[in-house]
């Protein structure tokens, strides 16, 4: 399980160039350093194998036994996914980690997604590691196919025991974990495309109605006692453009930290080509007894919806005020950050050229319909390139609806073997090659089912009914779809005038 790792190495070169967010652009991003000290391990663990099913989206919880044997400091956490077979780490767009929390004594330590931040704690600071400490491995992998699979999560760890000298100048933290959504199996908000203003929407702070269900109690923390945060990094999904924290005392905020979502995507902020930033090694913030810390998560809204979204921050903090910490309602604060990795290769599938099928716009309408079932990752009318009448948009009347069903998760097949779809509109034609950034939730009507299928009620992203039905209110016209669990799915229906 444990061996010496050279590719922390790759993480410690100072400066990449890479593409930015706009795009053609090059723009040179510093990266993060890890701290070093003399008698520190570069630790690297494997977690698995996990058998991934065929097209699967659930949620795990496994005691966790791949940890340090020894006590020390962890001072740097690099999580990752790889095949078991071949040990490469799978194209984003096949398999990848919709998250990962390592839970440590109980409390949500480090985490990870697809972005992959890296945490790291600065020079002079660890998370004290005991052997005999309970670790939980919390993990939902997605199979965006419909090819079971088999692969490990993997870590590396920057370890330094308390066996040697310099682990006696080390003073110790603890996380804090920050999550607009809440502390729970699966904190999610949506948001939907033309929500919040200018493009932009921030939760919980623009949250209506039904949206407001969703936000958690975590994302404040008002201080017991005194205490220094000296890291923080932010974890946001496709279409995330920062967490803000702040800190508010006698009625004044103010900014502690900006976890921006730096885009090497070219299409911009659309998929998990991304690297988060994390505070700079010298940034140390004071929090006094009574501070009442917030956390926000602002995503782009003017392109697309982007359902099941997540805002977390986690911080790790020192009890008391430290001599170098900085009181953001006298001194000034650092709010930016540096991004803790480059562009990852794993993102280099990004789709949205060619066509994998017909344009629905232009085909004969199909037979007038109420129900379309989907059955082995297949919409059984409408389905995109199906041959003959069976891919024709199945039509519907204005002021009617269609009946979608999944039958591949049914309230009697187990949910572990259950496969979620959804039925989510993307614009016309929808009909372009498969990649992390296509295709998107980004039709003018938006419409989305929701993950269609059983499965433990708040502990896994389905919606424990495995029908949905489209919106009467739909204008005549055709209307393009795609399952966003398995993006290879698409189909379309027709909306026809009435009389
Ligand atoms: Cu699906």
């Not at 890890?34 to 991934?52: E, S, W």
Request: with cysteine; glycine share 10%; aromatic share 10%.
């Amino acid at each position: 399980m444990l061996r010496a790792l050279s590719l922390v190495v790759v993480a410690l070169v100072a400066v990449l160039v890479a593409t930015a967010s706009a795009p053609g652009a090059k723009q040179q991003l510093e990266l993060l350093k890890a701290a070093d000290y003399p008698g520190l391990q570069h630790l690297h663990y494997q977690f698995g194998p996990i058998k991934v099913a065929a097209g699967q989206n659930t949620i795990e919880v496994q005691i966790n036994n791949n940890k340090p044997q020894v006590p020390g400091f962890i001072t740097r956490f690099a999580p990752n996914l790889v095949f078991a077979k071949s040990g490469k780490v799978p194209g984003v767009d096949v398999v990848h980690l919709h998250h990962g929390v390592w839970l440590i004594k109980g409390v949500p330590t480090f985490a990870a997604g697809e972005e992959k931040t890296a945490f790291t704690v600065p020079t002079g600071y660890g998370l004290h590691h005991d052997p005999k400490d309970l670790w939980l491995m919390n993990y939902m992998i997605h199979d965006l196919t419909a090819s079971p699979t088999d692969v490990y999560l993997t870590y590396d760890i920057d370890f330094l025991p308390d066996s040697e000298a310099a682990a006696a100048g080390i003073t110790r933290v603890r996380p804090l974990w920050m999550d607009v959504a809440g502390i729970r199996a699966y904190p999610v908000f949506d948001v939907l495309r033309g929500g919040g203003s200018g493009g932009r929407y921030t939760f919980p702070d623009q949250a209506q109605g039904d949206e407001r269900k969703a936000i958690g109690p975590a994302h404040t923390y008002t201080a017991a006692s005194d205490m220094t945060i000296v890291s923080a990094a932010g974890h946001l999904h496709p279409g995330g453009l920062w967490t803000d924290l702040t800190s508010t005392r006698d009625g004044q905020e103010k900014l502690l930290f900006r976890s921006e979502a730096k885009y090497w995507e070219p299409a911009g902020a659309v998929s998990w080509d991304v690297s988060m930033t994390g505070t700079k090694p010298e940034w140390r913030v004071a929090v006094r007894k009574g501070d009442r810390l917030d956390l926000s998560a602002t995503y782009d809204s003017g392109r697309a919806s982007w359902y099941e979204s997540m805002g977390i921050d986690v911080l790790f903090v020192a009890d008391g005020i430290r001599p170098e910490a900085v009181d953001p309602f006298s001194g000034s604060i650092d709010t930016l950050g540096l991004v803790t990795h480059g562009h990852l290769a794993e993102n280099d599938n990004h789709g949205g050229t060619g066509s994998v099928g017909p344009d629905a716009r232009k085909l004969l309408a199909g037979p007038p319909v109420s129900k379309v079932d989907i059955l082995h990752y297949i919409y059984a009318r409408g389905n995109l390139g199906a041959a003959g009448r069976k891919g024709r948009p199945p039509a519907v009347k204005a002021g009617k609806s269609l009946l979608f069903t999944n039958l591949d998760s049914t309230a009697t097949i187990d949910w572990r073997a259950a496969a979620y779809h959804t039925i989510t509109a993307c614009k016309a034609p929808c009909n372009k090659k498969t990649g992390i950034a296509y295709p998107l939730a980004d039709a003018k009507i938006s419409f989305d089912s929701g993950e269609l299928g059983y499965g433990p009620a708040g502990f896994t992203p389905a919606a424990n009914r495995n029908t949905w039905q489209t919106p009467k209110t739909l204008p005549a016209g055709t209307y393009t779809y795609f399952c966003r669990i398995h993006p290879f799915m698409r189909g379309s229906f027709r909306v026809t005038k009435k009389g």
